[in-house]
């Protein structure tokens, strides 16, 4: 079919290696996700990897780009893929493949094709299996045997061939079918969801790194596609493989909130955050405490330091998934931290707002709205007034910001001083006294040298009684 416009902007992003391949009498096909994004509208031309498929052999693209490219690798050869730096772009140009998984393995057997039909009969998903044919100069052609364009007018997901030979092939696109359901607002094909059903414990077979990354990717995605995404994973039983606090919410009735269950509410608190990834984490996981504390008691269900508990379970939960140390560090202390605001309801006095900002330190901005994004009752007056608490102590923290650098707050005397006015050495003493005048610190603002040295010499006294 002929080529529409929207797909011009790739021309001076491939023309120059597709007049190398064409020259030498080889098929050259772009394939990927800039086929689809250019179908559905969005911007590919500043796309900087470029994926293609063709009929030479990996030796003969070698030797096609090699003094050619600004550079080569070739990890990827033995599967049939040569991936080189032309124009400034990243280009992967892999030979047609017709590879097939055996059911008990997560890595292929690399099987080459002689056509692109059926080297797109592999691919995850249709709106994934189509290429556009480059020819030379600017003679593009769209290749889509299986329907792609079709699926993605009518806002479908499907697989290529069937379900159950493309999860049994790859068992991480079930888990990325939620991904491509909730970018493009598709609606799965009932048989791929019945065949996510039956075979998503296929994807313990896949590492925990792949599945982060695909999480990653989804937690990203914007609403209204990431909460259908989400409850995608928990309905179809891939949740439990990987994450399985998360269909666990699903039981517990949250009364404060008004949901029928947490998981909804959770649900609604990830798609009310901006698509911060750390804080959209925090939202997924700031619940997960509630069935380990779950309470009934004369005025009904509570669940008394969930905080402290899911935040014990998302530093377990994140480092089963490989999460790097500062993604868990900031995720456990946001769901620690989540209910700190309602812990001052009569009020903030100024040492509670440093106290507030101090512990939450560069974390401040993302828990003030992971606080706001968990109010979703459906209670306007409650909705409101939770509204106007935030804004009262996101301006008392502004206006003690003006006065004090709440962001650096020290204690008014360092080590060296407390140990040459106390005449004490180095050692645990100098530590408690350097938490005392913090709290001071904390609780009246900054003191001059001289009252921080008066209350020093007080809890020196009070402490050699």
């Excluded at 250019?38 to 693209?61: C, F, Q």
């Excluded at 269909?247 to 949901?259: A, K, M, N, T, V």
């Amino acid at each position: 079919m002929p080529v529409p416009p929207r797909f011009l902007p790739l021309v001076s992003a491939t023309a120059a290696v597709a007049d190398r391949f064409v020259a030498a009498g080889h098929e050259l096909h772009l394939v990927g996700g800039p086929v689809r994004d250019a179908l559905v509208g969005l911007d590919v031309a500043a796309s900087a990897d470029l994926d293609y498929a063709t009929s030479a052999a990996p030796d003969a693209t070698l030797a096609l780009v090699s003094g050619w490219a600004e550079a080569v690798w070739t990890q990827g050869q033995r599967f049939g893929t040569i991936g080189f730096l032309a124009g400034g772009v990243r280009h992967e140009v892999t030979t047609y493949r017709a590879e097939a998984y055996s059911p008990d393995s997560r890595n292929p057997e690399v099987v080459f094709a002689t056509d692109i039909e059926a080297d797109l009969s592999r691919r995850d998903f249709t709106v994934n299996a189509m290429a556009l044919r480059l020819g030379a100069g600017s003679d593009l052609t769209l290749v889509d045997p299986f329907g792609g364009v079709e699926d993605l007018l009518a806002k479908r997901l499907r697989t290529p061939l069937s379900p159950d030979v493309s999860f049994t092939d790859d068992p991480l696109r079930m888990l990325r079918a939620a991904r491509f359901l909730a970018r493009f607002d598709l609606t799965p094909d009932p048989e791929l969801v019945e065949a996510v059903g039956r075979l998503h414990e296929r994807l313990a077979m896949i590492s925990a790194e792949r599945i982060r990354d695909e999480l990653d990717r989804l937690i990203v995605t914007e609403p209204p596609g990431l909460g259908r995404g989400l409850w995608f994973l928990v309905h179809t039983g891939l949740a439990s493989m990987f994450l399985p606090e998360l269909p666990g919410l699903e039981l517990e009735q949250d009364p404060i909130h008004q949901h029928k269950d947490v998981l909804a509410h959770t649900i609604a608190v990830v798609e009310n955050t901006s698509g911060d990834r750390i804080l959209r984490l925090a939202a997924l996981f700031h619940d997960i405490g509630k069935p380990k504390t779950r309470a009934i008691g004369p005025k009904g269900v509570s669940f008394h330091h969930h905080e402290v508990v899911g935040a014990r379970m998302t530093r377990d939960r994140m480092r089963a998934l490989k999460y790097p140390n500062e993604d868990i560090a900031a995720v456990t202390e946001l769901v620690n931290l989540h209910l700190r605001f309602h812990t001052y309801k009569m009020g903030w006095t100024d040492a509670a707002v440093r106290r507030y900002v101090r512990d939450a330190g560069p974390l401040l901005d993302r828990l003030n709205e992971l606080t706001r994004c968990d109010c979703t009752t459906r209670n306007p007056r409650r909705a409101a007034a939770l509204a106007r608490r935030m804004d009262d102590l996101e301006a008392r923290i502004a206006e003690l910001r003006a006065e004090e650098e709440l962001a650096a707050i020290r204690p008014d005397l360092d080590g060296v001083a407390i140990m040459e006015h106390l005449g004490i050495g180095p050692g645990r003493v100098v530590g408690e006294a350097l938490a005392h005048l913090l709290d001071q610190r904390m609780e009246d603002g900054p003191l001059d040298p001289n009252e921080a040295r008066r209350r020093l010499d007080a809890w020196w006294a009070a402490r050699r009684d």
